[in-house]
């Protein structure tokens, strides 16, 4: 498709961008993400300079657990397509360390819905590529009616221009904020400044959108998708605006405020401490009763924690650890199976995101594409394995092998470097058992 007034989509864009559904979109992927790095106080609503704002971060660890899910260690991929292309995948994933890119990738795509990888050609020939991670905070997307293609991505950035007015001897410096973007088309890309387009519109050579998405939560009828930290967020800030409250409450209890009646010409109060209170006739004071319901708050709060997690499908016990004593590994299991189905429902997409990431790492490269790829995720987040119980029954029958498990705790190791451990470690418990029956025979 030739793009043959370009402008016509810069204008649709900048408008989608800049109105009052996608603008609160990118503020709320900003309030995520403030609350996931600890910057809440701001958001508590304060009546009065008596309050002191009480803020507790329940976004971080559950998002941090949501996120780390995947990428937690390097990942062994099994390549299908051409053995050129599957050569230099090969060796450009394990030069960049791509499991460590993938867990930024999937913490901010949990934070704001959408990540966007960015993947070109470093312009001093330095490395074959270059990839760059961009949140759903950072850009608006205008999708075609299929809500599955990229008709513009508009990529958005907040600076600070410093502007030199004045004269030479007596120079003004002043600094004014102002919104740059640039907008990417399939055969242009414009940069925009305050809404309006500088300068001519750049060719896009490569004729394509070389931005890959990773999305936390599929959203059916748009492009863009959902966060689940929102309603992790809006509960945190609910609990954080509650917190506070009580304890301003507790403090004007614990003060015993006096309220002053039956002023009206603005007669003077004279305080003394430890003695008494004057006022003016007709004037009456007395204790504020307050009732803080303490056990309510903490009740309410309490629920709040509670709905935060079970929300979240992240279960408490797996953030906390188990506080009530001993639990039974069918009963953990139980209590883990909300986050084993958001393990399962991830790595299931997520293993499409990286077969499309590969592709365009190879189409920038001009390499042909591969047809599948096979990631192994680890699955070992869950407390206990129900398989390690019948592991010996298993190997006796054949259907597991000790190489089988050797390879599973260490997935980087190939099997004959992990036959080779195991027939180590039988003939050192080989050594170790004939020590202890010589040491029998001879007591």
Same mark, same amino acid.
């Given at each position: 498709?030739?793009?043959?007034?370009?402008?016509?989509?810069?204008?649709?864009?900048?408008?989608?961008?800049?109105?009052?559904?996608?603008?609160?979109?990118?503020?709320?992927?900003?309030?995520?993400?403030?609350?996931?790095?600890?910057?809440?106080?701001?958001?508590?609503?304060?009546?009065? #300079?008596?309050? &002191? $704002?009480?803020?507790?971060?329940?976004?971080?660890?559950? *998002?941090?657990?949501?996120?780390?899910?995947?990428?937690?260690?390097?990942?062994?991929?099994?390549?299908?397509?051409?053995?050129?292309?599957?050569?230099?995948?090969?060796?450009?994933?394990?030069?960049?360390?791509?499991?460590?890119?993938?867990?930024?990738?999937?913490?901010?795509? #949990?934070?704001?819905?959408?990540?966007?990888?960015?993947?070109?050609?470093?312009?001093?020939?330095?490395?074959? !590529?270059?990839?760059?991670?961009?949140? /759903?905070?950072?850009?608006?997307?205008?999708?075609?009616?299929?809500?599955?293609?990229? %008709?513009?991505?508009?990529?958005?950035?907040?600076?600070?221009?410093?502007?030199?007015?004045?004269?030479?001897?007596?120079?003004?410096?002043?600094?004014?904020?102002? !919104?740059?973007?640039?907008?990417?088309?399939?055969?242009?890309? +414009?940069?925009?400044?305050?809404?309006?387009?500088?300068?001519?519109?750049?060719?896009?050579?490569?004729?394509?959108?070389?931005?890959?998405?990773?999305?936390?939560?599929?959203?059916?009828?748009?492009?863009?998708? +959902?966060?689940?930290?929102?309603?992790?967020?809006?509960?945190?800030?609910?609990?954080? %605006?509650?917190?506070?409250?009580?304890?301003?409450?507790?403090?004007?209890?614990?003060?015993?405020?006096?309220?002053?009646?039956?002023?009206?010409?603005?007669?003077?109060?004279?305080? +003394?401490?430890?003695?008494?209170?004057?006022?003016?006739?007709?004037?009456?004071?007395?204790?504020?009763?307050?009732?803080?319901?303490? #056990?309510?708050?903490?009740?309410?709060?309490?629920?709040?924690? &509670?709905?935060?997690?079970?929300?979240?499908?992240?279960?408490?016990?797996?953030?906390?650890?188990?506080?009530?004593?001993?639990?039974?590994?069918?009963?953990?299991?139980?209590?883990?199976?909300?986050?084993?189905?958001?393990?399962?429902?991830?790595?299931?997409?997520?293993?499409?995101?990286?077969?499309?990431?590969?592709?365009?790492?190879?189409?920038?490269?001009?390499?042909?594409?591969?047809?599948?790829?096979?990631? +192994?995720?680890?699955?070992?987040?869950?407390?206990? &394995? $129900?398989?390690?119980?019948?592991?010996?029954?298993?190997?006796?029958?054949?259907?597991?092998?000790?190489?089988?498990?050797?390879?599973?705790?260490? $997935?980087? *190791?190939?099997?004959?470097?992990?036959?080779?451990?195991?027939? /180590?470690?039988?003939?050192?418990?080989?050594?170790?058992?004939?020590?202890?029956?010589?040491?029998?025979?001879?007591?």
């Amino acid at each position: 498709m030739i793009d043959t007034i370009p402008n016509s989509i810069v204008v649709e864009a900048n408008a989608y961008s800049f109105g009052n559904d996608e603008k609160k979109r990118r503020e709320g992927a900003l309030r995520n993400k403030d609350f996931y790095y600890g910057r809440q106080e701001q958001y508590i609503n304060l009546v009065n #300079e008596d309050m &002191d $704002p009480i803020a507790v971060n329940l976004t971080n660890p559950v *998002m941090t657990k949501r996120s780390s899910l995947l990428y937690t260690r390097p990942l062994v991929r099994e390549f299908d397509g051409p053995s050129s292309s599957v050569s230099l995948l090969e060796d450009i994933y394990s030069n960049m360390q791509i499991d460590d890119i993938l867990h930024q990738v999937d913490l901010s795509a #949990e934070l704001t819905g959408t990540a966007m990888v960015y993947v070109g050609v470093p312009e001093d020939d330095s490395y074959p !590529i270059e990839l760059r991670v961009y949140d /759903a905070a950072d850009f608006s997307v205008v999708s075609e009616d299929d809500n599955k293609t990229i %008709q513009a991505l508009q990529l958005i950035k907040i600076n600070d221009l410093v502007q030199s007015t004045g004269t030479a001897r007596a120079p003004i410096v002043s600094v004014k904020r102002v !919104i740059d973007s640039e907008v990417w088309t399939d055969n242009y890309i +414009h940069r925009v400044r305050d809404g309006i387009v500088q300068g001519g519109a750049q060719r896009n050579e490569l004729e394509y959108i070389p931005f890959v998405p990773f999305k936390a939560q599929e959203v059916i009828t748009q492009y863009l998708g +959902h966060s689940p930290s929102n309603s992790v967020r809006q509960m945190n800030q609910s609990y954080n %605006q509650t917190a506070t409250n009580l304890g301003y409450m507790l403090k004007m209890q614990a003060a015993t405020p006096v309220v002053l009646n039956g002023f009206s010409n603005g007669e003077a109060v004279s305080i +003394h401490p430890g003695t008494a209170i004057s006022l003016p006739v007709g004037a009456s004071a007395g204790a504020l009763q307050l009732n803080p319901k303490i #056990e309510e708050s903490l009740k309410f709060l309490a629920y709040l924690e &509670d709905k935060l997690y079970e929300t979240s499908s992240i279960p408490k016990i797996s953030v906390l650890g188990n506080s009530s004593g001993s639990t039974s590994g069918v009963e953990l299991l139980i209590k883990w199976a909300p986050i084993k189905g958001v393990f399962t429902e991830k790595s299931n997409r997520y293993q499409t995101y990286e077969l499309n990431l590969a592709n365009m790492i190879l189409k920038r490269l001009n390499m042909e594409p591969i047809d599948n790829i096979i990631v +192994h995720y680890p699955e070992d987040y869950l407390p206990v &394995d $129900p398989t390690r119980e019948i592991l010996g029954e298993d190997i006796k029958l054949g259907i597991r092998t000790p190489i089988d498990e050797v390879l599973k705790l260490n $997935p980087n *190791m190939t099997e004959a470097d992990a036959e080779a451990e195991v027939r /180590a470690n039988l003939e050192f418990n080989k050594t170790l058992t004939g020590t202890e029956v010589k040491q029998n025979k001879e007591d």
